[in-house]
Structure formats: C-alpha cells, structure tokens
C-alpha cells in the first residue's frame, strides 16, 4: 500500500534531512498531520522564514540577518584574532565558552580529496585575503577546525599556507582534550574553553 501523493511528498521531503531515515520521515509526516493546523502552519512558515532571511555574513560567512553577522557588526569584538571553523554550527559552541572576543571565519566544510572536496571549495582564499589586507591588523588566527581526520588535514593547508603568506602571523590551534574524531559542535562548555585558553602555535 502507498501513501496518497502529499503525504509520500512529506515523508520524501523529511527523509532528506540528516539523520532522518524512511521510518523516522513516516513517523514524522503522521506527527504532523496530527498537529493542529496552526502548529502546522508554523513549521512550514519558520522553514520559509529562515531561508529567506537567513543568509551568509559578507565578511566571516557566519549566518546573518543581513549582510553581516552580529559578530562582525559588534564594534566590540577583537578584530586582531580570527578564528576559523568548518561550520556555522560551530560558532555557537564557541561562543558559549565565553573565552572568545575575536572574530570567526566560516570555511564551510573540511578538505576531504575521498569526497571531493579542494581548496578551492572552501573559503581558504577569502580567509588569506582576509588576514592580507593592509589595514586588516591581524595578530593570531585560530585555527578551531574539528579534531577529525578531514579537520586536521584542513588545519594544516591553512597553517602552510598562512605561514607562506604572512610570516609574522601567529597560527595557533585549539589544545588537545577535544574528543578525537568527533565535531567541535558536541564538546562540552568547559572541555571547548579549556581546549581555546590551551592552545599552541603550529
Ligand atoms: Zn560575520
């Protein structure tokens, strides 16, 4: 037996999202058809909402309402430490340690030759323009990629490639103690603070 055409559409639709299996994407399209029609309605409304207003900061690619995220637009904020990340998601984490004042800069994913993905994938380029430009005063970037295979390998391009290209810069990466293998977006409060306030040069 098949579901009726809008109902497959859902399950088909929720079956995209990460984590999501067939089962689970059923489970979920007969939840919502359960729901009120006004919760329904504000799922629907928020997944339109924030693709239309949610878009990449200009100058970090952080999630903005805007063309720039509140991070970059806070006057308060160090503008002499950069630190890079693989994913928006990452930010949040960051940020929650309050050990941070600097600015990010959002690579959008990790070097991963298996899968296909270069340098010329991620945001390196704007990263080295970034930290080039003259009236830029860069003192540090961190580089706060994942301590996972892809993430380590990022780190390092962007370490190799800083130090050809700006020599005086101080690359630092977060200390060990992370969890290996597993994404900066899962570590804890006290473990990520730790990991930021220990880390060293490369
Ligand atoms: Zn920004």
Redesign the pocket.
């Known amino acids: 037996m098949s579901y009726a055409p809008p109902i497959q559409r859902l399950v088909t639709e929720l079956a995209k999202l990460p984590g999501i299996g067939n089962r689970t994407a059923q489970r979920l399209a007969f939840h919502i058809l359960r729901q009120s029609d006004d919760d329904a309605a504000a799922l629907a409304a928020a997944i339109s909402e924030v693709k239309q207003r949610i878009r990449?900061?200009?100058?970090?690619?952080?999630l903005?309402e805007g063309p720039?995220?509140?991070?970059?637009?806070d006057e308060r904020r160090d503008r002499g430490v950069i630190c890079v990340v693989e994913d928006s998601s990452d930010v949040i984490p960051l940020e929650r340690t309050h050990e941070y004042r600097g600015?990010?800069h959002?690579l959008g994913g990790a070097l991963s030759p298996i899968d296909g993905v270069d340098p010329d994938d991620l945001r390196i380029a704007e990263l080295y323009s970034r930290v080039l430009e003259p009236d830029a005063d860069v003192r540090e970037v961190v580089l706060a990629t994942n301590p996972t295979t892809t993430g380590e390998a990022t780190a390092h391009h962007i370490a190799d490639g800083l130090r050809e290209r700006a020599p005086k810069l101080a690359v630092t990466r977060l200390a060990s103690g992370l969890p290996v293998g597993s994404d900066l977006e899962y570590a804890d409060e006290v473990t990520l603070g730790r990991a930021f306030a220990g880390r060293r040069a490369v």
């Open positions: 990449q900061c200009e100058i970090c690619f952080n903005a720039r995220c509140r991070i970059c637009e600015l990010y959002v």
